[in-house]
């Protein structure tokens, strides 16, 4: 009798073990859908996801984009974009991009290109490689009105959204690099008012399909098993910026799989797309 009751005792704990594996299973798995698609490095991501805006708050959007589909069956034609918020380079990823002659585009700060002299000498060494687009002068949330995202306090004002996007444009210009045409702010989070100065500026708005790294910090294996996974016309999004963090070995293996598998790659310039929320059209 002891003995059955121990068998049902220990039936009864598995049971509530397996409820719990499911359920830290599904939080965990919610919390990596919930990561931002942009290096939060800045600050720290919050202990729990920023509120959502409310009727008091800016409404915000996160952009798509889409690059026209190759169309060929088993022909897959994928656009990696990279963002270069601040701090350094990742060389995992930049060295394989090189040796395996793979085009990408890259966003970058003018906080980020002040300090990276070297990875800028390799982007402008290969021109067939590298498109280089503006991320921001000090990767400040291009969001007109004050609020905070992901903890990082947005630019606030119409003004201030502008200097954003002109400062990092001229630094790019002094730094030896081509006007951009492509903007992607930091946070790739907006508010239409934004999007709409920032489109008059003469910019496309570069939102993405495939939020390749959850902002660098994911871990290398899901970052790997997300890009991998990239399908004909999407844009994926990543950072070339961490290369303490896994997620950038992840990324690398990634690109390997993907030439692997004879995907096309395919800078921004050189494609059509189709952004949402009036990024491109
Ligand atoms: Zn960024």
Redo the contacts with the bound molecule.
């Keep these: 009798m002891q003995r059955v009751n121990d068998k049902r005792l220990l039936f009864g704990m598995n049971r509530i073990f397996l409820v719990s594996a499911l359920l830290i299973a599904s939080v965990s798995g919610a919390i990596a859908a919930a990561l931002p698609p ?2 939060a490095a800045v600050a720290a991501v919050p202990a729990k996801p920023a509120p959502a805006p409310k009727a008091a708050g800016p409404k915000l959007v996160e952009p798509h984009l889409h690059i026209a589909r190759s169309g060929v069956k088993g022909h897959a034609r994928v656009a990696l974009t990279f ?4 701090g350094k380079a990742d060389d995992r990823i930049l060295s394989v991009l090189v040796s395996e002659r793979v085009p990408a585009t890259i ?1 970058v ?1 003018a906080r980020w290109l002040k300090h990276n002299p070297q990875a800028l000498q390799v982007f402008l060494e290969n021109p067939d490689l590298f498109e280089l687009e503006n ?2 002068q000090n ?1 400040i949330p291009a969001v007109d009105i004050p609020v905070s995202i992901y903890g990082i306090p947005s630019a606030g004002s119409p003004e201030a959204v502008r200097q954003e996007v002109q400062g990092g444009a001229d630094a790019m210009i002094a730094a030896g690099i081509a006007a951009p045409h492509w903007f ?5 989070k907006y508010d239409r008012s934004a999007i709409v100065q920032i489109r008059d500026m003469g910019y496309r708005i570069a939102g993405y399909s495939v939020n390749g790294d959850g ?1 660098s910090l994911l871990g290398a294996a899901v970052t790997e098993k997300r890009i991998a996974a990239a399908r004909d016309g999407d844009v994926v999004i990543s ?1 070339i ?1 961490q290369p303490t963090h896994a997620a950038g070995e992840g990324v690398a293996k990634a690109i390997l799989d993907l030439k692997a598998k004879g995907v096309e790659f395919v800078r921004l310039q050189d494609v059509e797309d189709t952004g949402d929320d009036q990024t491109t059209q």
């Design positions: 942009q290096d963002d270069a918020c601040m966003f700060t991320h921001g990767h992607r702010g930091s946070t790739a902002g950072h910026n």
